[in-house]
């Protein structure tokens, strides 16, 4: 990537193919005797980016990174400029993709777009990810991207690299080691507080203008430990169920609709000028 990160140049897309090797496509899954050992098969890069993600987000290290970004007062753009923002952010290490950003963003809104499924639906496609402008903004990535978990209660072994939490400093604190920790059973995700990320700080900006399931989908797309995996089902209450089931219609798109075909930027743009105009204003606060 083209950022002063001190992380991985290329994590982004290696977090993402990553996910790919954990949860692979319906259909595409192997006898579990040949099943991939993702853990054993990741990359060195990959396992440090979970090593210092899980080192460093802490509940109190969110609370802080909320404060720094949730007054919404880093820039003021649109939807599509946005887009065109986060075009910087380019990898130039990856040897198997030179696809930029917004070419990621169409692939994704375009298969959503083919399968029929409602313009709002599409947009989320389009905009899922607008959040890592986080990386552009001076954060390290394992500060914007990643699986989300809970924080304040014990840590699920069912997220992934669990060991290295060990070296997390909440691990110490004997409040947040129980099962609900400071939560109640059932209290509602909206009460959880979770990973900072680029899907939490997106939902901030957006959540005025889009439908509820688009919101889920945007700020809960990477909480694989909960959509995934279920290891929060006792945290969650019977909406949050029921919006997760729009969230695991968005994943597929999320995870799979990365192509070697380019999409056909300058000729899809007005339609989605037009789509973007239909939800949001001219200019949002980020």
């Not at 995996?229 to 799979?256: C, G, I, Q, S, T």
Request: hydrophobic share 35%; aromatic share 14%; glycine share 4%.
């Amino acid at each position: 990537m083209n950022t002063q990160q001190t992380d991985s140049p290329s994590i982004v897309d290696e977090w993402e193919e990553s996910l790919r090797s954990r949860y692979p496509a319906p259909g595409s899954e192997k006898p579990q005797e040949a099943f991939r050992d993702y853990r054993a098969e990741a990359r060195p890069s990959v396992k440090e980016f979970y090593r210092l993600n899980h080192h460093h987000q802490t509940f109190d290290f969110v609370q802080q990174k909320k404060a720094e970004y949730l007054p919404l007062r880093k820039k003021q753009m649109g939807i599509w400029e946005a887009m065109e923002f986060l075009n910087t952010l380019v990898d130039d290490s990856d040897p198997d993709t030179d696809l930029s950003q917004i070419e990621h963003l169409l692939q994704a809104a375009e298969a959503i777009r083919a399968d029929g499924h409602p313009r709002w639906f599409i947009l989320t496609g389009l905009i899922h990810d607008l959040g890592k402008i986080l990386c552009l903004f001076g954060e390290p990535q394992w500060c914007v991207v990643g699986d989300t978990f809970p924080l304040g209660c014990a840590f699920s072994d069912k997220i992934v690299f669990p060991e290295f939490f060990t070296d997390n400093p909440d691990s110490t604190n004997p409040t947040y080691q129980t099962t609900h920790g400071i939560y109640t059973a059932n209290c509602g995700l909206d009460n959880v507080q979770l990973s900072w990320g680029h899907d939490e700080y997106l939902y901030q900006v957006t959540k005025s203008y889009l439908p509820e399931p688009a919101l889920y989908m945007i700020r809960y797309h990477s909480f694989y430990p909960g959509h995934k995996e279920h290891a929060y089902d006792h945290l969650m209450n019977k909406h949050d169920h029921d919006m997760f089931d729009w969230v695991r219609k968005f994943n597929p798109y999320d995870l799979y609709s990365k192509a070697a075909a380019r999409p056909d930027v300058a000729a899809l743009k007005p339609y989605y000028e037009g789509l973007i105009a239909e939800f949001f204003p001219p200019v949002l606060a980020w």
